[in-house]
């Protein structure tokens, strides 16, 4: 039969973006619905966004560095509605050069909500349906806030907390996971009286123990009130602000209560269920390795499919999903040692095994170091790095790589290189240090910690 695209992408995101380009390019006739803003989550109310607020946070640490290292320079107040909207404009900037991009090699975009309709058709917003030969679903996900906890309605997500219009002097933030600390870290170093409530034993679940602990230990002296195997049991509003009850019995009034407790694909009233398609149950979709459904026309990529929740991640399934329906060159992306990296102060970065799992598949050597970094020690900071290997005892392979420093973003980045491309112990220990420098620690641990 005759279809009206070849290609019809639901998602305006990274993922779905970067798919529907790279199949247009290849001549095919493609379409991409997006109901809110061109980029998705990371580009408009996420990764961008959060890191240019982890630099505007990183300025008032730096003034006083300079400081106490000779310079005159005093700390002024920040001004949060000039930040709003220089940011605003550079969102805008972006979202232009994504539509830009989509439709330069003839994408049709439509900027409404689409759901499928049956596996070859897609229902537009406004009743009108279309047909497509491929539906790509890249929908992403969606906060997720907890809606039995009493008073959740006058609580804010990270959707909204690009767009407070104050900058607040008391903040509540629920959760533990990277967006919660990266957030609890941003709004202190702006100034805020930040407090933070996780319901777990430590912060960062899934990351590795040691890590999480060191990490734990920073923010706290950074001045985050750091509360762990703590909830909310309730919040009022009250003359003041947001009054709230925490399950250990403690209260507080703030300005703002931001929930970071997870993310639940947007795969809401899509229709794919009725489709045909299988969900998972938390509503993902669920794939095979070329992020086809179980529905044969019907693939899916990004977050919606809640593999490997990263950016870069959906943008290299949007490329792979191309490579096999469009140019029939089957591709499965590798999702095993991908870099990732927390932003707060000091940042997480970190690839491969923790070492808890590290030690249930085989027997590892830990080779840890912690010390105080130069430019801070000379002024009298007492804040520490941390740098960790873990090593298979039996073929030398680096199974993990951890480090909490400044700038362990960027550092982890040349690290994934070195695991993917199976490098050994050995391999770092022939490297010659680049020296004084902070990240010369990772070539220069002789001997393991422990073994396990």
Known sequence: MAFDYDLFVIGGGSG??????????????????EEFRMGGTCVIRGCVPKKLMVFASGFAEAVAD???????????????????????????????????????PGTEIFDTRAAVADPHTVELADGRRVTAKHILVATGGRPFLP?????????ISSNEVFDLDALPKRMLIVGGGYIACEFACIFNGLGTEVTQFYRGAQILRGFDDEARGHLA???????????VGTDVAAIEKRDGGLWVKGSDGSEGLYDVVLYATG???NTEGLGLAEAGVR?????????????????????AVGDVTDRVNLTPVAIR???????????????AVDHADIPSAIFTQPEYGAVGLTEEQAREREEIEVYCACFRPMQKAFIGREERVLYKLIVSRATRRILGCHIIAPGAGEMIQMVGVAIKMGATKEDFDRTVAVHPTMSEEIVLMKSPVRTA
Do not use: C
């Open 16 to 33: 779905g973006v970067r798919a529907g380009r790279v199949a247009a390019e290849t001549g095919a006739k493609v379409a991409l619905a």
């Open 66 to 104: 300079a400081s106490d290292y000779g310079w005159d320079i005093r700390r002024g107040d920040f001004d949060w509605l000039r930040f709003r909207e220089t940011l605003r404009a550079e969102l805008s900037r972006l979202e232009g050069i994504y539509r830009t991009n989509l439709a330069r």
């Open 147 to 155: 809606p039995e906890t009493p008073g959740i309605e006058h609580a």
């Open 217 to 227: 230990e920073m923010i706290r002296g950074r001045g985050v009130n750091l509360h």
């Open 263 to 265: 993310r639940k694909p």
């Open 279 to 299: 969900l998972g149950r938390w509503g993902q979709v669920e794939v095979d390795a070329y992020s086809q459904t179980s529905v044969p026309s019907i693939f």
């Open 317 to 331: 399934e949007g490329a792979a999903f191309v490579e096999t329906v469009f140019k029939g060159n089957p591709v």
